[in-house]
């Protein structure tokens, strides 16, 4: 799908529904996306992120919200702080499954990551945690956009698993423009937005990178099957370079997420996920 650049003045409120859902992860296999270990690790640490990486996002809206004066803006934080309690709690059952279920010993990542993000809440500045949470937006956003804009490349995923995934990237697609209004409104400190951007993408790609490298080394079985694991590096190479232009429409002047209008898609996906057009209801496999 094409997106546009549109006049983002135009656009009122968005489509931002929090939807309370709730998955059941029995029979899933432990390499899950086309029984890669790299890719299905991959995905495991991302989402080991996710819950302490989503409380973080609302602790940033949250502690500025009284300051927001504009009426629109404050009902679309409200949504935005739906939806990211909703995926902290997804994501907090799906890394219990990992663990437990599934065997990975992924506590010392979880453990590292809690503390990072605790001291970020504590000691870094109002300001600059909001702007960490635009940049890690813009991150999930366009990787959402892309999960969206190519789903046959992840057909791979087990069926399982597959409707939490879109899902998640329906909603980041959604709720892409909130923190970055919210700054905006309050700061409108391009040089401070961006030079935090430059900041969240090494650490964004060199923990994710690390933690999965080191969960591949300590899998005897796997680590050493060359084939698939060139073939998982290919596959995220390949996605890197699909979202490079649109990260780096981050950098540009007169950047908004929603320049990208990606209404139609994200009301297509809606459709497919919740073909009954009961949002409340669990989201299906799309495929099926």
Same mark, same amino acid.
């Given at each position: 799908?094409? %997106? ?23 029979? !899933? ?8 270990? @790299?890719?299905? @690790? ?12 989503? *409380? ?23 949504? $935005? ?48 945690? !909001? ?17 969206? %804009? ?6 791979? !995923? ?7 995934? $879109? ?26 937005? !961006? ?7 090494? /650490? $964004? /790609?060199?923990? /994710?990178?690390?933690?999965? %490298? ?8 796997? *680590? ?10 290919? *596959?995220? %190479? ?51």
């Amino acid at each position: 799908m094409n %997106t546009q650049v549109i006049d983002t003045s135009a656009i009122q409120a968005l489509d931002i529904t929090v939807r309370h859902q709730k998955f059941m992860f029995d029979g !899933l296999p432990k390499f899950y996306y086309e029984n890669n270990p @790299y890719m299905s @690790y991959l995905l495991s640490i991302l989402s080991l992120t996710f819950p302490e990486g989503e *409380r973080m996002f609302v602790h940033s809206v949250r502690a500025v919200r009284d300051q927001v004066t504009d009426p629109v803006l404050k009902k679309e934080i409200s949504a $935005f702080i739906g939806q990211e309690a909703v995926h902290g709690n997804v994501h907090e059952t799906f890394n219990s499954f990992v663990q437990k279920d599934l065997g990975l010993r992924t506590q010392k990542y979880e453990k590292e990551i809690f503390n990072r993000i605790k001291y970020a809440k504590e000691k870094i500045s109002k300001k600059n945690l !909001l702007a960490m949470t635009c940049g890690f937006e813009h991150l999930t956003a366009i990787l959402g956009e892309h999960m969206l %804009t190519h789903p046959e490349e992840f057909a791979g !995923l087990n069926p399982i698993v597959r409707p939490m995934w $879109f899902w998640h990237a329906l909603e980041e697609t959604e709720h892409k423009a909130v923190a970055f209004d919210v700054y905006q409104h309050l700061y409108a400190d391009d040089k401070t937005r !961006l030079r935090i951007m430059k900041i969240v993408t090494r /650490i $964004f /790609i060199v923990r /994710i990178m690390s933690m999965t %490298t080191m969960m591949l080394l300590k899998d005897k079985k796997s *680590r050493f099957n060359v084939r698939q694991n060139a073939y998982g590096l290919y *596959r995220i %190479t390949k996605i890197a370079r699909a979202i490079s232009a649109n990260y780096q429409e981050y950098f540009e002047p007169g950047f908004h997420p929603n320049n990208r209008d990606t209404r139609a898609l994200t009301k297509q996906w809606r459709e497919r996920l919740f073909p009954s057009g009961d949002e409340q209801g669990t989201a299906v496999d799309y495929a099926a």
